[in-house]
Each structure stands twice: as structure tokens, then as C-alpha cells.
């Protein structure tokens, strides 16, 4: 990944596919496995709230409760993300971010030192797969890597809630 190269990885939901979400070469693959169009932004997962600041201009008050009491993975939109990958970041500046909890993602964010991106591991258009075995031969070939934890787990994964925060303290469900 430090290489810019695509990984496909187990998350703290579905499997998704990861990069640096700092290089925008790298972001740009993926938009390109995934024949997604670039306006259509992807979100980041961090190891820690502590990291949150760095990549986001404001965490509204709110944030920190949310993330706190979730008790399910929840990705956050924020409204002006800052220090990533340009084409990463919505039309408005936007940008979803997740903490993870679960062992594997979090401890990679963690090794990594960067937000990695986590999309589904689908071609856009498609079912989101709901473990490894759903994952198309077009997606396992796009990457670089293919973590081997987990392909074995049949347990049906679930995608996160999405809350968007916006200015003025808008508080809008998305999933």
C-alpha cells in the first residue's frame, strides 16, 4: 500500500477493497476497478478517534458522542475532509470516515499509520458481497493483495449506518 497498491481485505462489515487514502494514484485505481465514477466519493477507516482531527476541519461535539455509543460500525460524514487523497473527498469537500473496532482492520489502520479506504469489493452496480465467496474473479484480479484472513467465514457481513453531519448541526440518517 505504501507503493500505492490495492488490497481487498476483511473490514469491520464486508469485505471491502483498500489503498492509501492518502495517494490519489492509488484512489484513482480503485474508482477504475470498481468502474465507479470519481464524483461519487469512498470512505476511510481509522484505527482511533484520536487520528480523527487530522483528517477532518471540524468534528462537531456530536461526533464524539455517536462514535462513542454506536454499537454497531457507523461511518460518519463529515463536511470538509482535509489531508487525503483529493478525488477522494465528495463534490462538496465531504468525506465518510469509520473508526474501527474490529481486530484485523483496526490493527492494520494501525500498523499502516495512514486512513485506508474501504469501499465494497464489487464493481459498481453490483451486490455488495456479503462474505468472500460473493467477491468477483473481475475484483480478486483488479488488486494487489488478497489478505487471506477470514475467506473461509461465511457469516452474512452487514454494511455500516451512515450518519452525515452537516454545518449548523444537521444530523441526517443515511443507512
Keep these: 500500500m505504501h507503493a500505492g497498491g490495492l488490497i481487498l481485505y476483511p473490514t469491520d462489515t464486508i469485505w471491502g ?6 495517494n490519489e494514484d492509488a484512489v484513482r485505481r480503485v474508482y477504475e476497478l470498481k468502474k465507479r465514477a470519481d ?3 469512498m470512505l476511510v477507516l481509522l484505527d482511533s478517534t484520536a487520528k480523527l482531527e487530522a483528517y477532518v476541519d471540524n468534528v ?3 461526533a464524539w458522542d455517536l462514535i462513542e455509543v454506536a454499537d454497531k460500525p457507523l461511518t460518519i460524514i463529515y463536511s470538509k475532509g482535509k489531508n487525503l487523497a483529493p478525488n477522494l473527498l ?11 473496532r474490529e ?9 499502516f499509520r495512514k486512513p485506508l ?5 464489487n464493481v459498481s452496480g453490483e451486490p455488495s458481497p456479503a462474505n468472500f465467496d460473493e467477491i468477483s474473479d473481475v475484483i480478486k484480479n ?5 489478505v487471506n484472513y477470514r475467506q473461509d467465514d ?8 451512515i450518519i452525515m453531519l452537516g454545518d449548523g448541526g444537521l444530523v441526517k440518517i443515511i443507512r
Design 17 to 22: 477493497i483498500g489503498c492509501d487514502a492518502t
Design 39 to 41: 464524483n461519487k466519493a
Design 60 to 62: 462537531p461535539d456530536i
Design 90 to 100: 465528495g463534490d462538496n469537500g465531504s468525506i465518510g470516515i469509520r473508526i474501527t
Design 103 to 111: 481486530k484485523f482492520s483496526h490493527d492494520l489502520c494501525e500498523q
Design 117 to 121: 479506504v474501504s469501499t465494497s469489493a
Design 142 to 146: 483488479g488488486v494487489d493483495y488478497i
Design 154 to 161: 461465511k457469516t452474512k457481513a452487514q454494511p455500516s449506518n
